[in-house]
C-alpha cells in the first residue's frame, strides 16, 4: 500500500504490517501517531527525521524516546518503513 505524503510516499508491507501488530498497545498508539504527522509534514520536529549515519538511504522518525521508525529512501521522496522498534536495530543493520 502506498499513501500520498505531499511530495513523498510512505510504503507499508506486509512484514511491516506483522511487526506492527506486535507493538504494545500504547506505542503502536504512538507509532500511529508519528506516522500521521509524517503524512501532514516530513519535517515536522517533533519527529526528528534524519538520515542514519553510516547508510545511503536509511532514515528513521521517533515515535517516542525509545521508539523509533526505520525507513529506506526507494526512490526519490518514496520511502518504505522497514522497521519498527528500538535503536537497537540500527546497530544490526550497519
Known sequence: MTVGIGHAKLRLTQSTRKRLKKVSGPDRA?????????????LDQSLKFEKYKGRNNLYTI??????????????????????????DFGKRVR
Open 30 to 42: 504512538l507509532v500511529a501517531s508519528a506516522l500521521q504527522k509524517f503524512r501532514k509534514n516530513p
Open 62 to 87: 521517533r515515535a517516542s524516546y525509545h521508539l523509533r521508525v526505520y525507513m529506506a529512501d526507494l526512490n526519490q521522496m518514496e520511502m518504505e518503513i522497514i522497521h519498527i522498534g528500538n535503536h
